[in-house]
């Protein structure tokens, strides 16, 4: 699949741009771009692995033998790759690297078109926590799959991405006095974004996502009906490019940097680093899940069995028996790898006071007594030695007492397999804000973790 797309120079970055910090930070840009919705992450991830040599495996046909190689399969917007190595030893395990391909924002109702006053708008629902005020008074668009009625009558997907078509007005202050004091939103009335002007008759959005549809690599599905569109999964999506900025251009700026960060150091370390992988004691996984953000309990997400039904085939198809295929899983581990929180400058009181995760000093190892992280002290010691390993340094993160902590698949993950699992991921600023902030330095330093996790 090829997209275009850009991280913006301004010059002054150029020097920050050539160092493998900047390219790293340059390369996620492009692939959050061409990565609106769930399912067109995968599209994209699917592609890079195509050219990787990995091979495409159904999970409605029969597995050949996996004796070696290199494979992968989709359920929706949720991917599973694995590298077999031919020299895989017995009861060595797998190593697993969970994320999630979904962001925080909003969802297209059905019976979306709505007309007020001569505007178009789009009827839709909130999709997870995002943070509301974020949303107001961007450039939006529409992405994310559509079924239809292919030209033999049976439905088949296609995937959508508007251009910049919707924007969530804000209200004048001049009609608010107080919204500077206290913007209160309500989640009905305040989030509907409009897209158009005009007569009542002429507007529907279906049209605007039939007109956008592709196929997965990308090439354009023409003269789509709107009355032939099925179904669809819409999301609405930010458009504003990825941008480095600060005084040494070492902050990235974008949307979908919870989760697409860790998705892409998953992607980017198992195509490039294959080779070696081939050579490995162990399975390397990569499971990309979708849905974390509203519960995960979905045949994607990482509470249904998409992962515990792959690795279960798997095993099969290397003809181990039930008892071989428990060992596997005994000998496991996963890494859950997810965004969390740098500590806020202006907002210091809401962080741990000991703990202050900061920028450009490494990962995070994400840590809760109530096991809203799953990492325990065996967990430390490996994460301990997977960046020292790597060269890295790594931080720990430790929620303040007073504000509740979010969590993640990891805790899924060790609950549905007993895997033992840990949980890490690079800070942010901003997290669930429709643009989001990260260090470019700790961008690659948690690829360098997960490469090294999979050399094991």
């Known amino acids: 699949m090829t997209h275009s797309s850009h991280v913006p120079s301004t010059g002054s970055d150029d ?18 771009t061409a990565s609106p919705s769930s399912y067109h992450a995968v ?34 917007g949720a991917l599973i790759t694995w590298v077999l190595p031919s020299g895989a030893a017995p009861g060595a395990g797998y190593r697993v690297l969970g994320v999630h391909t979904d962001s925080p924002g909003f969802k297209l109702k059905p019976r979306p078109t709505t007309v007020s006053h001569r505007w178009y708008q789009a009827g839709v629902e909130i999709y997870g926590g995002p943070l509301l005020n974020s949303w107001l008074d961007r450039d939006l668009r529409f992405a994310g799959r559509l079924v239809v009625r292919g030209v033999d009558g049976a439905p088949r997907e296609v995937l959508t991405a508007t251009g910049p078509v ?31 002007v005009g007569d009542a008759q002429d ?86 899940f979708d849905h974390e953000e509203v519960g995960s309990a979905t045949r994607s997400g990482a509470a249904g069995p998409f992962l515990e039904d792959i690795l279960e085939r798997i095993g099969a198809a290397r003809g181990h028996s039930r008892d071989e295929h428990l060992r596997e899983i005994a000998g496991s581990v996963c890494l859950s790898s997810d965004a969390g929180h740098l500590v806020h400058p202006n ?37 301990a030695g997977i960046c020292e390993d790597a060269g890295i340094g790594y931080q720990e993160f430790v ?58």
Request: charged share 20%.
């Open 347 to 383: 907002y210091q009181g809401h962080h741990d006071p000991v703990n202050t995760p900061e920028p450009g000093l490494g990962p995070l190892l994400k840590i809760n007594a109530k096991q809203r992280y799953t990492t325990d002290a065996v967990g430390a010691a490996l994460w």
């Open 15 to 32: 020097a920050a741009r050539a160092t493998p910090e900047g390219r790293f930070a340059g390369q996620l840009g492009e692939f959050v």
């Open 43 to 76: 599209a994209t991830a699917a592609a890079e692995l195509d050219a990787a040599g990995f091979t495409r495996l159904d999970e409605t046909q029969t597995w050949p033998e996996l004796s070696a190689g290199r494979w992968y399969t989709v359920r929706d």
């Open 166 to 196: 919707a924007r969530i007005p804000q209200l004048a202050v001049h009609l608010d006095r107080t919204a500077n004091e206290a913007l209160t939103l309500d989640k009905q009335r305040h989030t509907q974004p409009v897209w158009g």
């Open 203 to 288: 507007a529907d959005v279906l049209a605007v996502l039939a007109a956008a549809a592709s196929d997965a690599d990308g090439s354009a599905v023409d003269g789509l009906d709107p009355a032939d569109v099925l179904g669809y999964d819409i999301c609405v999506a930010d458009t504003q490019a990825p941008e480095l900025i600060g005084a040494q251009s070492t902050l990235l700026a974008s949307g979908r940097l919870d989760n697409l960060t860790s998705v892409f150091a998953g992607l980017r370390s198992m195509t490039e680093h294959a080779d070696e992988l081939d050579a490995a004691r162990h399975v390397s996984v990569f499971a990309a």
């Open 399 to 456: 929620s303040n007492n007073t504000v509740p902590c979010g969590s993640t698949i990891g805790p899924i993950t060790a609950t549905r397999l007993g895997i033992r699992t840990l949980d890490v991921g690079v800070g942010l600023l901003s997290m669930h804000s429709a643009r989001e902030l990260v260090h470019t330095g700790d961008l690659l330093a948690l690829n360098a973790a997960v490469t090294s996790f999979w050399r094991g």
